[in-house]
């Protein structure tokens, strides 16, 4: 398959690049770069070092023996967008190009508006350029499952659920509840996808998904190949953040109560699943939603766990601390347990990385650059409030 990755240089983009060529499928990318740029705004950088666009390139080819095409780009310019798919016809388009940081977007008001902005405007132009060059495209948008919130009923792996309102039953879009400017952004780009589907019957997957973590997939084989591990109060996952203070023998720090649960899922078992959705997509026309988590965790278990793994690796204990919470989410020990079953469908079972097994090798990881850790150490503190 031809697959164009819309934010290629991210976390995400470039593990599934070097899944899809590792399968022999043909691969182009745009990236503009931005996180990088954002990820250095607030002080910060990559835990583990990544290699320039051009470097990686390289890599790629002295490793896998295949190249993949590029352009550096911002995905909210139309004409590029146009360009690209008219010259390289994919078959898929994987939309990864949108400011993926919660507390980022809630920086401030200009913060708040480019996340909205740039994200809305990406998704627009990829399904008008899609409308007009071909209907035939398999669209794979990235949402998250923080576009729910924490509601009391089972959420449905459905874009609608039936409903009665004043005693009237109806057919309503599954009710969401963003819990930051970033979260509603991605609840207005489903809601501008269905109406897509529904006015053009363009084919789309919205693949909702909790935190990701892990330094490494099978395709990782080197440190030139090594995708961006962020760390930080802004731009990191709170597990990876937790194997990073482990390192320095900083305490853990649990924004908040700890009881709060989400859905993780592996680095290698998310790439496993977006890489089995492009290579089975919906029928013509379909409008399909995903949901995709691996283990429930609250924030207390996990730290425990890497408390536990880090006296096997590091030889000591870090302390755990609980600092303010600075979001505005439930703290209480909730029920969580969104339906899933496309994945499953499609053979997709269980687990491949268990959070256990993955800790350790992130830990192992991390050692040999724990100085570029401890540069950034004083960010592991919040400094962003919903409130403030």
Known sequence: MRVLVLGIDGYLGWALTLRLIRRGHEVFGIDNFYTRKAVAEVGSDSALPI?????????????????????EGDVTNYDLIKKVISEFK?????????????????????????TIINNLTSTLNVIYAIKELGKNIHLLKMGTLG??????????????VDAVIQGVRDRIV???????WYHWSKVFDSYILLYANKLWGLTITDFHQGPVYGTRTEDIVSEELFTRFDVDDVWGTVINRFCAEAVTNHPLTIYGSGLQKKGFTSLEDTIRALAALIENPPEDGEFRTVHHYREIRT???????????????????????????????PEEDLSYEPERKVLARLGIYGLTRVMDEEVAVMLKDL???????????ALFKPRVRWRD
């Open 299 to 329: 924030l207390n278990e996990m730290a425990e766990l890497v408390r536990r793994a880090s006296r096997q690796i590091l030889g000591y204990e870090p302390e755990i601390a609980h600092l303010p919470n600075p979001r505005v989410e």
């Open 90 to 114: 994919p078959d898929a388009i994987v939309h990864f190009a949108e400011q993926r940081s919660a507390p980022y977007s809630m920086i401030d008001v200009e913060h708040a508006k480019y």
């Open 367 to 377: 050692v040999p650059y724990v100085d570029r850790v401890r540069r950034i150490e």
């Open 174 to 180: 599954v009710p969401r509840w963003g819990g930051s």
């Open 51 to 71: 290699l320039s666009m051009k470097d990686r390139i390289k890599a790629i080819e002295e490793v896998f023996g295949t190249k993949i095409g590029f352009v």
């Open 147 to 160: 576009e729910y919130g924490y509601p009391a009923f089972r959420i449905p792996e459905s874009a609608f």
